[in-house]
């Protein structure tokens, strides 16, 4: 019988050779210290690594010379090994750094580290995103470097110099440091509500100032939840946000980019979960995302139908967006095809068709043509079969569908597709239509003749699609037995 080594032995034998293997790197990077002062550690950091390996040489000798040493020793001997690795690694870093000369733009002003994610006061000085942030939380509303007074906090990352200082690192072979991800996001200041009532109080004054803080609003309410938040605090923020594009302001069209920069805000705050209903309550908000839907920007008109997405995230605003008519505008945008708008659009009308009355809406505003003519047209058929398939239990949608063609096109996908959902969307359709019109039943059991379309169907597809394609085929076996008696 062969010899086999105990777990107990093979981890003592790596764990000796990790442990000399600690000894050898620290030993030789002493003497490499002693011959260049300029990398020499300090004083504190010496005689720590000092200490850790005389506690590790003690442990190792233990478990060498003594069999029945506690399981506590190993532990105690793995955690001075990890500490060791540590002041291992933190001192390789340090010397490939501090050989180096560093650009000092590199470097934030407060620590005089190279910056991890630096980002951008209000008066344009750049700092590393914790280092700022420990000041601001400290109550103070000065610039460290200039001390000027701030006109508010809030923090706009600096992608440049980030990219900048990541391609320097990668060309000198330093690690990038890593950005602290557990910043306080909601953090808000007495500085910051100050600073978004005069941006909105500068929605009363002239356009150039609208403009201005329009286009300030449209960036801090995308870049800060806070920001998002704080609108929340006042039900006239969204009225004065909105004061440039109320009814009755002007006889002109509104200012496209102002218009563009107002609806954006709006997309931007209906995305805190906090102020859905803040937004979609206001009497003004609605009205105007579906005349926006079809003037201004191609931007404009996608964010509009974007916010109306977002907004109907909850049931009592699908009913109020369904109520104020969006349904037919967001058909008309549908139908118009421009590729930056359509998927928003689709998603805004899909969210809104999942509400039984606003089902109704959008078949008689003529969903179904429009639909039926761009999964034709293989456009955006994911979506719009998602959709479609939601419609198709309103008789009215069944009868358009018949009309325009959809049995025969909804065959082929589920023939030639590879998406599984477009399957099972497809023969949910079908299922409705030949369980409520029966003239089709005649042109679908000729295609399943032709090529068992839906008997594949029956057993490859997902588990809806098999139960929707068998009860089919067992409709068309009883149509198919009532004939052949008859």
Not at 207 to 216: F, N, P, R
Not at 378 to 393: F, G, P, Q, W
């Amino acid at each position: 019988m062969s010899y086999q080594p105990s777990c107990e032995i093979t981890f003592l034998g790596l764990f000796v050779v990790q442990s000399f293997n600690l000894f050898y790197q620290f030993h030789f990077q002493d003497w490499s210290f002693m011959a260049n002062p300029e990398a020499q550690e300090t004083d504190h950091s010496r005689n720590t690594v000092f200490e850790l390996k005389k506690e590790l040489q003690r442990l190792v000798k233990t478990i060498l010379d003594e069999d029945d040493y506690g399981m506590h020793v190993t532990d105690e001997a793995l955690r001075v090994l990890s500490c060791l690795k540590e002041f291992n690694l933190k001192k390789s870093h340090s010397l490939s750094v501090d050989c180096l000369d560093v650009p000092e733009v590199f470097r934030c002003p407060i620590s005089g580290e190279i910056m991890a994610d630096p980002v951008v006061l209000a008066n344009g000085q750049t700092f590393d995103r914790p280092c700022i942030e420990k000041w601001l939380n400290e109550g103070n509303r000065s610039c460290p470097q200039t001390h000027t007074v701030l006109s508010h906090t809030v923090l706009t990352p600096n992608q440049l110099v980030r990219e900048i200082i990541s391609q320097w690192c990668q060309e000198h072979g330093v690690e990038l440091p890593k950005a602290i991800q557990d910043i306080d996001e909601d953090f808000i200041t007495d500085v910051d509500r100050s600073y978004l009532t005069s941006l909105l109080e500068k929605m009363s004054s002239s356009l150039s100032d609208q403009k201005e803080a329009a286009k300030e609003l449209r960036l801090l309410t995308k870049r800060m939840p806070s920001f998002r938040a704080l609108f929340g605090e006042s039900t006239d923020t969204i009225l004065q946000l909105l004061n440039p594009l109320s009814p009755g302001r002007a006889d002109t069209d509104p200012d496209p980019d102002l218009q563009e920069d107002l609806i954006t805000t709006v997309l931007n705050l209906s995305i805190d979960d906090n102020n859905k209903k803040l937004v979609a309550e206001d009497p003004l908000v609605i009205p105007l995302l579906i005349d926006s839907l079809t003037t201004g920007t191609i931007e404009t008109r996608r964010n509009a139908a974007a916010a109306l997405f977002t907004l109907s995230a909850l049931d009592s605003n699908k009913l109020i967006i369904g109520k104020s008519g969006a349904l037919k505008p967001l058909i008309d945008l549908l139908e118009e095809g421009h590729p930056l708008a359509m998927k928003d659009v689709a998603s805004a009308i899909f969210n809104l068709c999942i509400l039984l009355e606003n089902k109704r809406r959008a078949v008689h505003a003529g969903a179904v043509r429009v639909i039926v003519g761009k999964i034709i047209n293989h456009t955006l058929v994911d979506e719009l079969l998602a959709i479609l398939s939601m419609l198709s239990s309103h008789q009215i949608a069944i009868e358009e569908m018949g009309e325009l063609g959809a049995v025969p096109c909804l065959l082929s996908i589920i023939r030639e597709s590879t998406c599984e959902r477009n399957k099972e969307n497809c023969v949910a359709i079908l299922y409705n239509i030949c369980f409520n019109d029966r003239s089709k039943l005649r042109e679908i059991g000729a295609e399943e003749n032709a090529n068992h379309t839906l008997s594949r169907l029956a057993q490859d597809g997902t588990s809806r699609a098999k139960r929707k394609a068998n009860a089919i085929l067992e409709r068309l076996n009883k149509a198919a037995l009532i004939a052949y008696t008859a």
